[in-house]
Structure formats: C-alpha cells, structure tokens
C-alpha cells in the first residue's frame, strides 16, 4: 500500500472518521472503512475537504449471500497514489443507502448504474432511475436471485412520442429536442434530450445505454488466466485495445503478485502509446467534421496517419484492432523478425509527424472558423471537472495536472523523458489543443523505447515472466488499479473468491464519467456549439455502457 494506504494514514484517517466507521476492510490497493449507511455524505465531505479524497474516481455495487454494498473509491487529484474506500453494507432486505451525488456530482451516474444492475436504491438521489436498460426491465440483472431466462416485455406505450402534446411551452417558451440515437455528431449511439430556448440549451440529459454487452459479466464468466483478456480489447475500441488490455493486466498483476520484465514492459509501454496516438488521430480528424463538415481535409489527413500507426501495431500484434497482445505477466511475442525493418518502419512514421502536426495547425487551430467555433465555447470549470470525476484530455484541457503514468507510475515510463500536456482555459479549443500536443509527446515515448529495444541485449529479451497456468487470487481479495487511457483514467475493481474466475468485475470507464459533464459545459449554449462539446469529450459509447 502507498500513500493513505500506509500504516500512518490509517491512523489518521480512522482518527478522522471517528465513530462513523464500523470495520476494516482493508483492499489490496487502499486502506477500506466500512460505514453505516446513513452516515456516507458525512463521511465523505470529511474525506474531500479534511483529508483531500476530491475524486471519486469509481463506484462499485455488488450483493454478497447476507448483504448488499457500494464501495466508493476516493483517490486524490494531486496524488493519485493516495487512495482509500469507503464500503457501505446494506440489509438483504432492504438495500437503501444514503446518496453520495451532493459531495460528489460523478456518483450521479455511478449510483443510477449500482441500481440499474443490482438493486440498490439512494436516498436523497436526485434522479434516481435506470442508466443502461430500459426503464421497463424487471428484475436487476447482477444481483444474486436475477432470472436470466425471464422474458423481458416492453409495450408500445412505453415508448410513445416523448414530446407529446409538450412540443411547445408557451409560459417558458422552451422546446424539447431530441438529438440521436444515431452516430453522426453523436460519436456513437448516444440520445441526447435537450431543451432549448430558441437555440439555446437551457439542459441536456444524455441517455445512454443503447450499446450495452454487459461485458462485466463476460468478464465474470471467464478464467483470468486466459479468457478475459480478449474482452477489453471491445470496450474502446478506436483506442485500439492495448491501453484497455493494460488496465486489465495491472489489476490481475497486482492481485496475483505478478512481476513484469523490464523488456516485456518497455514492449508495453511503445504499443500503449501507439495506441493513444491511433485514437487521438481520429479524435482530431472526426471533430474536424463535427465543427464544419467542410473540414474533410483534416479528417482525411488524420484518418491517414491513424492508418500509419495502425500499420505499425498490425506488424507487432498480427491483428488490426482487436489486438489480444498483452498477456498476464507480460506480452504475447517479441517484435517482429527482422527487428531492425520494424524499428526502422516505425521511426519513418515518427519522423513524419512533425510537419504533419504543424498542417493540422495550420487547418485547425490557426483557423478563424475554427477558432470562433471553439475557444469559450463548452467551458469544464476546474473544479466542476474534479466534481464529475474527469480525467485524462478532458481535465487536463480544463488545467488539471493528473495523468496516471506520471502520477501512479507503472510500465517504463518513469524511466524515460516527456511532460504532462495540460491547457488552462478549459473550452472545447483547450480540449483540442491537449491531445494534438499529446500527440507529439507519445511519439517521444514511443522514439525513446525503439531506443532502448534496438540496443537490448539479445540474451535478456524476456518478454514473459512465469505465471501459473490457472491463477485463483485469494479468497475475498479486493483490488482497484487504473492506468491512462487515450480518454483518461480506466479501471478495473476485481474481488476474488478463490476460484479461477472473479465474482466481481467492475470497469471504470473514463468516458462514463467524461459524458456525465455534458450538461455542465452545454448549458447556456447554441445547439450547434453542444455538437461541438460531444465531440470534444470524445467519448466511445462502446465503453461508456460497456
């Protein structure tokens, strides 16, 4: 344990929280309190403002044979390395809980999923409903006495024209809009419910859940060792698979007391980042359509050097999106033979960005068009950010210096130079800016390992660690370990059950929360500028329902 995790910590925290704690609870990670149910705003406030947990970056629910219980896990924006939980058991037969949603604005949709998918309710919840199912589902389809092979009827009245008879308020003069489901603008089948005074919004609700593989419980289903790892690879899927491969790794590695070879993780650490420069390409070129649809030249020249990328992670993987590469304790192959035509193939796409970065520049960010289209345009306040549970491009384009490979290193890349890419103004330009700069700063990373493996000795190439062929964690082991994603922060919660399958798996996917901000930075704006927010969000709806 680091941080609050260690022995000192603990005594101060417990020290803080006084009689509010019932038990330990302790997780691999982080020191965990269990507390009473009606005692979790009180807690929590204490926590954010007297000890300095203002992220809360995940909520996990699950059911155990004797009780229900959500685990709020609280980290620190300016030292993700300090982290605590906060379990709340509720009664079998009566699974209420207070709200965390007024200390923290991301439980919102953390707590509304927790209810969706096993059946715990919040009091003083402000919007307390289903998120990924339709509201006419019966039953919650992660708790323990669920039918799965009840038949689910939804009638036609449910679905009736939601703005019947309200086209029109003449007291208010606001209109209900509906925009999407459909993928264009909407950078996936998201429906977005916006009320509009003339053209501007006055609120939005995304409704999400239309693409839900209810891939958690696949992961459940499926041995560590050697089934699961397959699946992440589905979940954000332009992020092309080895950032969401890695957080899937990290946590089982970490529970299972795994090591990594030097070699193997520098491996890791250039395919990763090959990776977020293949999603922040098409990040860029597709919100180029979505500012003018005139822009298709930088949509075409983005798509382009994605493919480049692409090329490269072909050639190390054999797979084009759906890599499987990763494996538990390191990779799946060396590069490919000959080694030295892969590093020279790769560089020849690094040493073209410069020139191509400075075109995307000159189209974009040095354009009128784009400028009057962007800059204060879906303002994130810092704090608001912090609030929502915002990480990666998104908080860092609102000046919020968090960036877990910096902040809670792993990998190689403590051992190798670049920066953390932040904006201060916080509008959709801000969000744009960070992840072209992003961009040159992976190609950095990635230069600086093609270094390191063209001169690794031949003898020391090991690129696996021993790992036994079923692994089964300890019973009742806990663990939430995250790496950054190309969209921020992404994590995994797993508890063990002694078996070589998880009873719990929970995805801590960072365009959840970065989608959950869209009313805060929409409001107040013209309809077109909300097509510009989505877009800068970047979300991939494959990943917030997952």
């Known amino acids: 344990m680091t941080g609050a995790g260690g022995s000192e910590g603990n005594i101060d925290l417990e020290s803080l929280l006084g009689d509010a704690v019932l038990d330990r609870d302790d997780h691999e990670n982080a020191p965990a309190f269990v507390i009473r149910p009606d005692e979790v705003q009180d807690v929590l406030t204490t926590l954010r403002d007297e000890a300095g947990f203002d992220h809360c970056s995940c909520v996990t629910a699950q059911q155990y044979p004797d009780r229900f219980e959500t685990i709020y896990h609280l980290k620190s924006y300016a030292d993700p390395t300090r982290e605590v939980s906060v379990v709340v058991p509720t009664p079998i037969d009566e699974p209420v809980s207070e709200s965390a949603t007024p200390v923290f604005e991301t439980a919102d949709w953390h707590e509304r999923e927790a209810y969706d998918l096993v059946g715990i309710e919040y009091d003083d919840h402000p919007d307390l409903r289903r998120i990924l199912l339709p509201e006419t589902w019966q039953g919650h389809p992660l708790s323990r006495d669920y039918d799965q092979e009840q038949p689910q009827v939804v009638t036609l009245s449910e679905h009736a024209n939601p703005i019947a008879g309200d086209e029109h308020d003449a007291a208010s003069e606001t209109m209900f809009l509906n925009i999407g489901p459909h993928h264009p603008s909407t950078h996936g089948v998201l429906h977005v419910k916006a009320i509009l005074d003339g053209e501007t919004v006055v609120d939005v609700d995304p409704d999400i859940g239309y693409i839900h593989r209810c891939e958690e419980q696949m992961c459940q289903q499926s041995t560590y060792r050697h089934q699961i790892m397959p699946y992440p690879d589905r979940w954000d899927w332009v992020s092309s698979g080895l950032l969401n491969e890695w957080a899937y ?68 993987t054999g797979q084009r999106m ?149 692994l089964k964690p300890d019973a009742d082991a806990e663990i939430y370990r995250a ?57 991939i709806m494959g990943e917030v329902d997952r």
């Open 322 to 470: 759906m890599f499987n590469y990763f494996r538990l304790g390191g990779v799946a192959w060396d590069l490919p033979e000959p080694r030295e035509d892969f590093i020279t193939g790769v560089r020849d796409v690094l040493d073209s960005f410069p020139a191509k970065i400075d075109e995307y520049h000159d189209l974009l960010v040095t354009n009128e068009i784009f400028q009057r289209r962007c800059i204060d345009t879906g303002v994130l306040e810092p704090d608001a950010a912090k609030q929502y549970g915002c990480t990666g491009p998104v908080a860092r384009g609102s000046g919020i210096d968090y960036d877990l490979r910096r902040d809670d290193p792993y990998g190689y890349y403590p051992n190798l130079e670049w920066d953390v890419v932040t904006e201060p103004d916080g509008d959709n330009y801000a969000r744009l800016l960070v992840r072209l700069r992003e961009i040159e700063e992976s190609a950095k990373i990635v230069d600086q390992c093609l270094d390191l493996l063209a001169d690794w000795p031949d003898d020391e190439r090991e690129i696996q660690s021993n790992v036994p062929r079923t």
């Open 249 to 316: 790794a990290r946590a089982v590695e970490d529970l299972a007391d795994i090591e990594i070879p030097d070699y193997a993780q520098v491996v890791r650490t250039m395919g990763a980042e090959l990776s977020r420069l293949a999603s922040h390409f098409i990040a860029v070129g597709t919100y180029a359509l979505d500012i003018v649809g005139e822009f298709c030249a930088a949509f075409q020249y983005a798509i382009r050097d994605r493919e480049l990328v692409l090329d490269c992670l072909e050639e190390l």
């Open 483 to 539: 790496v950054e994603g190309a969209k921020g922060e992404l994590g995994i919660y797993i508890r063990a059950d002694g078996t070589d399958t998880p009873v719990r798996f929970k995805i801590r996917s960072p365009c959840f929360s970065n989608l959950s901000a869209l009313p805060e930075i929409a409001r107040g704006e013209y309809v077109a500028d909300l097509i510009a927010s989505i877009g800068s969000l970047d979300c």
